[in-house]
């Protein structure tokens, strides 16, 4: 568990860095032209890592709750 804890916050950091540059260039208007296509690319990749992001925290929660059950089963066993 610890290494899927390890790479959520990873991703959730990835994801603050690139809300940040995003943020930074909407809020400097950025040059047209190629500025545009350096946004487009940053959106998907912030719309993408979000994706990833989710995905890992419905994995995270599934893995939590099935190990908690076994948990509970070998605990019932032991007794």
């Known amino acids: ?5 390890e790479a959520s916050h ?4 990835a994801i603050d860095n690139l809300e940040r ?10 040059p ?3 500025a545009g296509g350096e946004d487009d ?3 998907e990749a ?3 890592a979000r994706r990833e992001n ?8 599934t893995v939590s709750t099935r190990l908690d059950a076994t948990i509970g089963r070998l605990r ?4």
């Open 21 to 30: 540059v995003v943020a930074a260039r909407a809020a400097q208007g950025g």
């Open 76 to 79: 019932k066993l032991v007794s």
């Open 41 to 43: 690319a940053l959106r």
């Open 46 to 48: 912030l719309d993408a």
């Open 1 to 5: 568990m610890p290494r899927l804890e």
């Open 32 to 34: 047209g032209g190629n």
């Open 54 to 61: 989710a995905q890992l925290q419905r994995l995270a929660g």
């Open 10 to 13: 990873r991703l959730q950091v």
